[in-house]
C-alpha cells in the first residue's frame, strides 16, 4: 500500500497495481468536535457520534484493512479530534472570475444590500484562464500559481486599468485627482492608495504599505506626468501579490494547539470569494472590520446571506458541474449524420437548470436524494428525443415529468450518458468508475502502462456486456474491474447519447448490476433507476458526497485534522438534506478558520 | 517632458495590424519586416540554433504516416533508414525539403492512459503528469521545450514563444503541453493579439525614452519587494508558488535588455497591449487564419533573434476533442454533405482510418505551415547559409499514434539539421515497437534533440515512463 502524494491525495490509500485489492479512499471522519474556532482546545477523542453510528465516516488510516471494500467507512474506530495539525498558510491566486469582479469593484465599490454587484464594463485581457486542475475541482488552491506570461498579462492590464482609474477620477470632483484644487501628488495619492489599495487587498493597507505604495508615484513623478505617477502607483497594487493572490495566513496569539486564526478580512475574502467570486461586499466588510466574523454563527448569517437562493448561485452550481461532470457532454463528438436529434450544449444546459431547479426546491431539504432520485428533469424541443420525450416540446426548456421506470435523477440525464460515453458506444468502464469513486469514494487506480490487454474484437453486433466479458474472467482485469463494471453495467438501458433503450445489437438489454460497499442496499440491481435508490439512502453516498464539498469548498484534499469539519457538515446533511447547512458547517469549522503557526 | 496619455503611432499602428487579422489574412502581415532583416542581415556571421516543437493532437495515424513500402516490414525488428519511398500525403507541403528531413516511427511513451486522448504533459517530458494526463493534471516534468528553452534561450528576449489553437478556448492562453517543471505548467498563447504584444511590445524602447518601460521597471521592482513582504510567512509549496512570480520577474527583466532583437526592422511592428477576444474562431475568423498569423509572428521572432524556442500546440489537451471546426480546410475535403449541414472537418477527429484524406488535409496544412517558417528563416543570412540551416522543426502528436492511443510508436518527423546536428537525409526509419526487444522510448528522442543542438545528455525523462538509454544515434550527424 502508499499514500498517494499531492492533493486528492491527502486522504487516498491506493492499492499496488498488481493487486489492486485495497482500492479504499479512507475517510476523514467521525469525531467530537472540540473546543471553538477561537480556542481549539486540547485534542480529545470519542468512538461514535450523534446517530447513525453505522454510517459515520472513518478518519484516514493508512493501516486500516484494504479489502476494496468500505469496511472501515461502515465501522469507524476512535478518531481524534482537534488533534493534528491543521493546514498550512497558504496564498491562493484569484481566478479569471474572482479577478475580473475584484476589477469592477475597484472601479464601482463593494455591493451592498443596496447596490447590485455589476460587471467590468470595460475589456481586459483575461488572465488566468489556464488551469490544471490537481483533482476534478478546478478551484484547488495548489492549482493556482502565476507564470511568466500571465506576469505579462497582469502588467499589461495594471497599465490599462491604472490608466483608465486615473481617468475616471479625474472627473471625479470628490476624488482629490478631480478637486480643483489639486492638493500636492504625495497627498491625494496617499489617500487614493489608502482608498484604493483597501478595495483590492481586502483589508485596509498597513501604513508602511501605504507609504511605500505612495512612493512609487513620488520618484516616479520626475519623469513623467502626475497623472501617469499616480497610475504607476495603482498599477503596483493591481500587479501586488496582496492583490493576486488571497491571503489565509492568520494572525493573532497561537491557541493551546498552536495554530492561529485567520483574521476576520481574511475570513471575510475568502467567504466572498468562495462563495461569490467577488471580494466582501459592505456588510462584510463592517463585520470584519468590527471583529464580527469570530463566532460560528457570526459566519452562518454570512454565508446564509452570500449564498442566497441556492438555485441562482453559480459558485454553487459549479460545484455540482465539477463534481457530476456531465458538462464534459458537450466535448462528445457525435456524428451529426447518425445522430441528428443529439445537442450535447444544449443537453448539459438542461441538467444545469435541473440542478438549479433540484437546488431551489430541495436545497434545504432532502437534496442529495431528490438529486438522485427525481423524475422531473428539464427538457425543450430540441431535446426531447433524447430524454425520449414527444417532440411537442417548446422550444424553451421547461420541467417534464420523465417516466419513472426509466428515468431517476442525475445519473439517468442524457448529459451524464454522454458524458461518460464514447463517439460510439457507451462507456461502461467510466461510467462504472464514476459511480465507484464519485459516490462511493473508492479510489480506482490508472491502468498500469503498458500492462492492460486490448479488448478482443466482438463485431458490431456484440453488446457492452459481451465486449467486457473478458474483465471478469482475465485475473489482471478482475482486480480493479470489478470496483467498476459491475456499477457500469447497470447503465446499459442508455445508449451513448443517453436515450433508453431495450435491445442492443437485436438482444434485450441487460441492465443488471451489482453494488457494494454502499453500506446498506449492497446486492444485485436491476438498471440506474433502482441504483439510483439505493444509492440516495446509502450512508457512504451521503459521506462522500460530503468529502467532495469539503474539497470544493475548502479548495483542498481533506486529512488527518479535518475529521471535526467533516463530521459536522455530515450531521448537518443527514438531519436535514440542507446543502446549506453543510457549506456551513465547512466555514465554521476549525479545517477553515485556523492554520498552524509556523511559516 | 509631460504629455497627456493618449493612443500612441504604436497603438495605431496595433490597430491596423488587428483589422488585417479580422480578414483572416495572415499571409504578408510581416513581409516587410521579414524584407528589411534580408537587407540588414547581410553579412551577419554569427549562429543561433533554433527548436521549433509543432505538436498537434489525436495522434498521427498509421494510414497518414507510414510510406507504402514499409507496411508490410515486420514491427518488431529495427527497420534502417532508407530514402526510396512514396513520400506520405501528409507532408506534401514539406515535399521541397524532403532530403533534409527524417521519419522516425516506432518509439513508445506510454503516458497517460491506454486508448486515451491525450499524452498530456507526458508527451514530452516521458514523464505522467500529476494526477494522470486525461484529468489535465500538472506536468510531472519539465519538457524538452522549456529544457531547450533553458539552454537555447539565455540571451534572448524571449526563452520561447508558445502558441497554438484549441476546439474551444476560455481565453488567450491556455495550458496543455508545455511544462515549466514538475508541477509548473507552462502556458501557450492562443490570442494572436497577445502573441503579438508578448514578442514585440518594448522592443528598442529604453526606461529613459519610454514611460510605460520605466512603468514596468517600477512595478517589476514594486512586485519583488511584495512578494518578500508575503513570503515570510509561507513555506513549502505556498513559498513556491511566490517564488514561481519572483521568477517570472527576474525572467522578464533580463530579458528586458536581452541581446538580440537588435536589428531595426524587428522593432517596426512595436504596439501596446489591447485588450479582447481574437482568440474566439467562427466562420469569419476561421482558426487556420489565426494560426497562420501567429506562425508568421513566431517566425520574426525567430529570424530576429527574439527567441530561439518555439513551440505550436494544435488542438492538444486534456480532453477528448479539442480540434477546432476547420472552415477553410474543410473546403479542401470532398465530404461537405451530411444532411446538408457544414462539414468541418471536426469530425475527422476520431481519425479512423476512413477518415485518412480529412486527417492528411488537417497534417499537411500544418506542414504547410512549417514550410512558411522555413521560408523565412531561409531568407535571414547566418554565417555561411541562412537561419534555417541552423534551425530543427520537430513534429509529432501527442497523443502518438492515434486519437485512441496505446502510444507504443510515435510517428515523428524531424526537419531540418539544427546546425548540423542531425542528419536530415530524408530517411525513414522505424524502432522495433514496444514491448519488441530493443524498442527505444520518446525521451530517447529528446536526448538526441538536446545532443543534436549541442548539449549532449543521456538522462532526459530518465526514471519516466519509458526506459532512457541515450541519444538514437541513427538520427544524429
Not at chain 1, 496564498?91 to 475580473?100: D, G, H
Not at chain 1, 426509466?406 to 451524464?416: K, V, W
Not at chain 2, 532508407?82 to 533534409?100: G, H, I, N, Q, V
Not at chain 2, 489591447?274 to 525567430?302: C, F, H, I, K, Q
Amino acid at each position: 500500500m502508499r499514500r498517494m502524494d499531492g492533493s486528492l491525495a491527502g486522504w487516498i490509500v491506493v492499492a499496488t497495481l498488481a493487486g489492486c485489492v485495497g482500492t479504499v479512499e479512507g475517510g476523514a471522519g467521525e469525531a467530537a468536535p472540540s473546543g471553538t474556532p477561537d480556542d481549539p482546545g486540547a485534542p480529545r477523542a470519542r468512538s461514535s457520534g450523534k446517530g447513525n453510528s453505522d454510517t459515520q465516516v472513518t478518519a484516514g488510516n493508512p493501516s486500516a484493512p484494504s479489502g476494496g471494500g468500505t469496511g472501515d467507512i461502515a465501522n469507524p474506530g476512535p478518531i481524534a479530534c482537534g488533534a493534528g495539525d491543521v493546514g498550512p498558510r497558504r496564498v491562493w491566486r484569484l481566478t479569471k472570475a474572482q479577478y475580473r469582479n475584484s476589477l469592477a469593484v475597484l472601479f464601482q465599490g463593494r455591493p451592498s444590500a443596496k447596490k447590485q454587484a455589476a460587471a467590468l464594463t470595460f475589456p481586459i485581457i483575461d488572465a488566468f484562464d489556464s488551469v490544471n486542475a490537481v483533482d476534478r475541482f478546478s478551484n484547488y488552491a495548489a492549482s493556482y500559481s502565476l507564470d511568466d506570461l500571465e506576469l505579462r498579462t497582469v502588467l499589461d492590464n495594471a497599465d490599462e486599468v491604472a490608466g483608465r482609474l486615473v481617468t475616471a477620477l479625474r472627473t471625479d470632483r470628490a476624488s482629490c485627482l478631480g478637486s480643483t484644487p489639486r492638493p500636492a501628488l504625495r497627498d491625494c495619492v496617499r489617500t487614493l492608495v489608502a482608498d484604493k489599495g483597501a478595495l483590492l487587498f481586502r483589508r485596509p493597507l498597513a501604513p508602511d504599505e501605504i507609504d511605500y505604495f505612495t512612493s512609487l508615484s513620488v520618484d516616479a513623478a520626475s519623469k513623467m506626468t502626475d497623472d501617469e505617477a499616480a497610475a504607476t502607483a495603482f498599477a503596483a497594487l493591481l500587479v501586488a501579490p496582496q492583490f493576486l493572490f488571497r491571503s489565509e495566513l492568520g494572525g493573532g496569539a497561537p491557541g493551546t494547539d498552536g495554530s492561529v486564526k485567520l483574521t476576520d478580512y481574511e475570513v471575510a475574502s475568502a467567504l466572498a470569494l468562495s462563495l461569490t467570486d467577488y471580494p466582501p461586499d459592505e456588510e462584510l466588510w463592517q463585520a470584519a472590520a468590527a471583529g464580527g466574523l469570530s463566532t460560528p454563527e457570526s459566519i452562518g448569517v454570512q454565508v446564509e446571506r452570500l449564498v442566497g437562493a441556492l438555485g441562482d448561485q453559480p459558485t454553487v452550481l459549479r460545484f455540482f458541474r465539477e463534481y457530476v461532470p456531465y458538462q464534459n457532454a458537450a466535448t462528445i463528438f457525435k456524428d451529426p449524420k447518425l445522430y441528428p436529434f443529439h445537442n450535447g450544449e444544449l443537453l448539459v444546459a438542461d441538467t444545469d437548470l435541473f440542478v438549479r431547479q433540484i437546488l431551489s426546491k430541495a436545497g434545504r431539504s432532502g437534496l442529495l436524494n431528490a438529486l438522485l432520485t427525481s423524475s422531473t428533469g428539464v427538457a425543450r424541443q430540441a431535446t426531447a428525443a433524447s430524454y425520449g420525450l414527444p417532440s411537442g416540446l417548446a422550444a424553451d426548456p421547461r420541467p417534464v415529468t420523465l417516466p419513472p421506470t426509466q428515468r431517476a435523477g442525475i445519473l439517468t440525464q442524457p448529459s451524464l450518458l454522454t458524458a461518460f460515453s464514447d463517439g460510439e458506444r457507451t462507456h461502461v468502464v467510466r461510467r462504472g468508475r464514476f459511480v465507484s469513486e464519485s459516490l462511493l469514494c473508492r479510489a480506482v487506480p490508472e491502468l498500469p502502462n503498458g500492462q492492460v490487454p486490448p479488448l478482443p474484437d466482438l463485431g458490431p453486433n456484440a453488446t457492452g456486456r459481451d465486449r467486457l466479458r473478458m474483465h471478469s474472467v482475465e485475473p489482471r482485469c478482475v482486480a480493479c474491474h470489478r470496483f467498476m463494471d459491475p456499477l457500469g453495467l447497470g447503465f446499459e438501458a442508455y445508449d451513448h447519447v443517453g436515450r433508453y433503450r431495450t435491445t442492443e445489437g437485436g438482444k434485450p438489454v441487460d441492465a443488471s448490476g451489482v453494488l457494494s460497499d454502499a453500506g446498506m442496499g449492497d446486492g444485485a440491481f436491476d438498471g440506474v433507476v433502482d441504483l439510483a435508490g439505493r444509492l440516495a439512502a446509502s450512508p457512504v453516498v451521503s459521506a462522500c458526497f460530503v468529502r467532495h464539498g469539503f474539497r470544493y469548498w475548502m479548495g483542498r484534499a481533506e486529512g488527518a485534522a479535518d475529521g471535526c469539519a467533516l463530521a459536522a457538515a455530515r450531521d448537518a446533511l443527514a438531519g436535514s438534506g440542507d446543502y446549506l447547512k453543510m457549506l456551513t458547517a465547512f466555514f465554521q469549522s476549525r479545517s477553515f478558520l485556523r492554520r498552524a503557526n509556523q511559516p | 517632458m509631460k504629455s497627456p496619455m493618449q493612443p500612441s503611432a504604436a497603438s495605431r499602428s496595433r490597430r491596423r495590424f488587428l483589422s488585417r487579422l479580422g480578414l483572416g489574412a495572415g499571409a504578408g502581415l510581416l513581409g516587410p519586416i521579414v524584407e528589411g532583416l534580408v537587407s540588414e542581415a547581410q553579412g551577419q556571421t554569427s549562429k543561433r540554433k533554433r527548436v521549433v516543437f509543432f505538436i498537434t493532437g489525436n495522434g498521427i495515424k498509421n494510414e497518414n504516416f507510414l510510406p507504402t513500402e514499409v507496411r508490410s516490414n515486420s514491427a518488431d525488428t529495427l527497420l534502417p533508414g532508407r530514402t526510396d519511398y512514396t513520400w506520405p500525403t501528409m507532408f506534401k507541403a514539406l515535399e521541397p525539403y524532403r532530403s533534409r528531413m527524417l521519419l522516425v516511427d516506432g518509439l513508445a511513451n506510454q503516458c497517460g492512459s491506454p486508448y486515451g486522448h491525450t499524452g498530456g504533459f507526458g508527451a514530452l517530458s516521458n514523464v505522467e503528469p500529476q494526477g494522470g494526463a486525461e484529468k489535465g493534471g500538472p506536468p510531472g516534468a519539465q519538457t524538452i521545450d522549456q529544457f531547450l528553452a533553458g539552454k537555447l534561450g539565455g540571451d534572448t528576449r524571449l526563452k520561447s514563444v508558445l502558441y497554438g489553437i484549441t476546439q474551444t478556448p476560455k481565453g488567450p492562453t491556455m495550458s496543455s503541453v508545455f511544462g515549466a517543471g514538475s508541477g509548473k505548467p507552462q502556458s501557450h498563447i492562443l490570442s494572436p493579439k497577445l502573441l503579438y504584444s508578448t514578442i514585440f511590445d518594448g522592443l528598442g524602447s529604453t526606461a529613459a525614452a519610454d514611460p510605460k518601460t520605466l512603468r514596468k521597471a517600477i512595478l517589476l521592482d514594486s512586485i519583488r519587494h511584495e512578494v518578500k513582504r508575503v513570503q515570510g510567512n509561507l513555506a513549502g509549496e505556498e513559498r513556491r508558488k511566490l517564488d514561481d512570480y519572483l521568477a517570472a520577474i527576474d525572467d522578464m527583466e533580463k530579458r528586458q535588455t536581452a541581446q538580440g532583437a537588435s536589428l531595426a526592422s524587428c522593432q517596426a511592428a512595436k504596439a501596446p497591449a489591447v485588450a479582447g477576444d481574437d482568440w474566439n474562431y467562427g466562420a469569419d475568423r476561421p482558426a487556420e487564419a489565426l494560426l497562420e498569423s501567429m506562425t508568421e509572428m513566431a517566425a520574426v521572432a525567430l529570424a530576429c533573434g527574439i527567441t530561439n524556442v518555439a513551440g505550436v500546440s494544435f488542438g492538444t489537451g486534456h480532453s477528448h476533442y479539442f480540434f477546432p471546426r476547420f472552415y477553410r480546410l474543410a473546403q479542401l475535403v470532398p465530404t461537405s454533405d451530411w444532411d446538408g449541414k457544414p462539414n468541418y472537418i471536426d469530425g475527422a477527429l476520431h481519425n479512423e482510418p476512413s477518415q485518412t484524406v480529412q486527417m492528411n488535409v488537417i497534417h499537411n496544412f500544418n506542414a504547410g505551415l512549417i514550410a512558411r517558417m522555413i521560408a523565412v528563416l531561409s531568407k535571414i543570412k547566418e554565417g555561411n547559409g541562412t537561419a534555417w540551416d541552423n534551425t530543427v522543426f520537430v513534429y509529432f502528436s501527442e497523443n502518438g499514434d492515434a486519437h485512441h492511443a496505446e502510444r507504443r510508436h510515435w510517428p515523428v518527423a524531424i526537419i531540418g539539421s539544427g546546425g548540423g546536428g542531425f542528419k536530415a537525409d530524408g530517411s525513414f526509419l522505424r524502432y522495433p515497437r514496444k514491448p519488441a526487444k530493443g524498442y527505444r522510448s520518446m525521451g530517447d528522442l529528446f536526448c538526441t534533440l538536446a545532443t543534436g543542438l549541442g548539449f549532449p545528455t543521456d538522462s532526459f525523462g530518465k526514471g519516466g515512463v519509458e526506459p532512457v538509454v541515450g541519444p538514437l544515434t541513427e538520427l544524429l550527424a
